[in-house]
């Protein structure tokens, strides 16, 4: 039997834009790319106070990009690399860890620039189901 596990569900407001297409100089790729990561970071210990990964689980974090204009697969995830690395950076978590399984969506909204993201605590005993 699945055991109820911890859900928190956090707006980002930053603005992501993929970078795979971007014409931008190396050096404004790089400004946005720090912006957007540490923004993600400091947002995420605005809104996780006090959340903690349990040492034994694994975590589901979904990153929905919500945007006036949709992207494909590989840019949706070249969009938000830096907000996927602030946020391992405030877990301690390197994001490349299969302690934490990425997902990725988007949704059209006009005039709207935001991230949501939702994180899941898989209880070990699961494995990974989903």
Same mark, same amino acid.
């Given at each position: 039997? $699945?055991?109820?596990?911890?859900?928190?569900?956090?707006?980002?407001?930053?603005?992501?834009?993929?970078?795979?297409?971007? $014409?931008?100089?190396?050096? &404004? /790729? +790089?400004?946005?790319?720090? =912006?957007? %990561? $540490? #923004?993600?970071?400091?947002?995420? +210990?605005?809104?996780? /106070?006090?959340?903690? @990964?349990?040492?034994?689980?694994?975590?589901? &974090? !979904?990153? &929905? %990009?919500?945007?006036?204009?949709?992207? #494909?697969?590989?840019?949706? $995830?070249? +969009?938000?690399? +830096?907000?996927?690395?602030?946020? @391992?950076?405030?877990?301690?978590? *390197? *994001?490349?860890?299969? =302690?934490?399984?990425?997902?990725?969506? !988007?949704?059209?909204?006009? =005039?709207?620039?935001?991230?949501?993201?939702?994180?899941? &605590?898989?209880?070990? *005993? !699961?494995?990974?189901?989903?």
């Amino acid at each position: 039997m $699945r055991k109820s596990m911890p859900v928190l569900i956090v707006e980002l407001p930053i603005d992501t834009k993929s970078e795979a297409n971007s $014409r931008d100089h190396w050096s &404004v /790729k +790089a400004k946005r790319a720090a =912006k957007q %990561r $540490r #923004d993600a970071k400091y947002l995420c +210990a605005i809104n996780l /106070k006090g959340f903690k @990964a349990p040492h034994d689980s694994t975590l589901r &974090v !979904q990153l &929905v %990009r919500i945007a006036g204009r949709k992207l #494909d697969d590989d840019n949706l $995830r070249s +969009a938000l690399k +830096a907000v996927r690395d602030g946020i @391992a950076d405030y877990l301690k978590i *390197d *994001d490349g860890s299969d =302690k934490i399984k990425w997902e990725y969506e !988007q949704m059209y909204l006009p =005039k709207t620039k935001s991230i949501m993201m939702t994180i899941e &605590v898989i209880d070990k *005993d !699961q494995g990974n189901e989903y």
